[in-house]
């Protein structure tokens, strides 16, 4: 299941961040493709076609003036503590070598320790100051939608450097003391920058991870079906389409530490829907990254046993959806079949399921090819 976001875009070679040759070879190769953001917001352009977007990208050598300066001034205080961010006013990620050379024909090369690595280097750079930032013609921040209109490959490099560059915007201090804290290995992970020695510090002073590295949030997100497959249970989230739609998806719910994939779907079931079901009988499907802010989407099915009591629907444990009821899967059959493209499906009337970009629509589409194959459908 390769969801949207989710499309391997580049090599990241994370064993060569930290490698300095390496990563000033990178930043002053001409061919280094840069990634601009604006704010924490990337940038896009519309094609000629006024519908399709592209996400704004420049290499070294064609950037502007303003641009490759302040790459050089990056790549002069690289893995020090006058590249933090809140010195600086800019972050940069290293996101990895692209080595499809139909799309990058200039490539980098570097051996290390008898290994040889090819391909063209891209980053993220992010301006935290749009007074500072420079000006791309005709471009324009892409917003929440505009996102699920570029490419898969734009999608999925976007996706990888958004997620670095809100999260070196909001780590400015240490967890430990409270310092600041500076990057390290092409923005990756950033380091405790305190001199004080007399002053104790867990993070810069532990043996091992002795840095602090992005974090992930994983999200378990479940369609839930019967036995016989015939019904699948969707929520109404207090979410509005539009004032006459409703907007009925997976239950999704964030896991918690020492919970697993299974346990977290069967919780999250329970506290949203009151549907019972158990571990056993949760199926993980796939995953997708998710850029608002730094999520890890794990798709499942659960399938629940019909007694009376496990599939009755409640909504008095947590009161975070407005409904959820099960629905035949003919007719979520119907909407997928007809479904052409957007980010929403049309569903049952006045309701609405995720569109093509989401990996809740993978999930149910899985559903309804299941519901398919079993009664020897097309």
Known sequence: MLSYFGDPDVNRVSFLRGDDTFMQKALAF??????????????????????????????FESAPESLQQTIRNCAAVLN??????????????????????????NQLEYSRNGEKYNGTPFFAINYLDAKAAPEFPGATPLGFMDAFAISSHDAALFSHAKMYIDWLARTRHCTGCGYYVYPQEG????????????????????????????????????????????????????????????????????????ETVEAACVRELWEETGVQCLPQDV?????????????????????????????SVSLNHDPELMDARWFDIKELCTAIDEHKEGFFMPFAGEFYLPGAQAIAYDILKYVADLYKSKNGAN
């Not at 006058?82 to 139909?102: I, M, P, W, Y």
């Not at 499907?285 to 009376?308: E, R």
């Open 30 to 59: 001409p061919s280094s493709v840069f990634v601009p953001f604006v704010e924490g917001s990337a940038l896009h352009t519309h094609g000629a076609d006024g519908k399709s977007t592209h996400l704004v990208t420049a290499t």
């Open 80 to 105: 020090t503590p006058a590249g933090r961010v809140s010195e600086l006013h800019v972050s940069l990620t290293f996101l990895g070598l692209h080595q499809d050379v139909k799309l990058h024909a």
């Open 187 to 258: 923005g990756t992970k950033v380091t405790c920058g305190n001199p004080d020695k007399n002053i104790k510090c867990p993070v810069r002073d532990a043996r091992v991870s002795n840095f602090c590295f992005p974090r992930t949030d994983p999200i378990s997100i479940v369609a839930c079906v019967d036995a016989e497959l015939t019904k699948v249970c969707l929520a109404r989230s207090k979410r509005q389409i539009d004032d006459k739609h409703a907007f009925y998806s997976c239950v999704a719910g964030f896991m918690e530490p020492g």
């Open 283 to 311: 199926q993980l499907l796939g995953s997708q990254p998710w850029p608002y802010p730094a999520n890890l989407m794990i798709g499942c099915l659960a399938t629940v046993h019909f007694d009376g009591s496990n599939e």
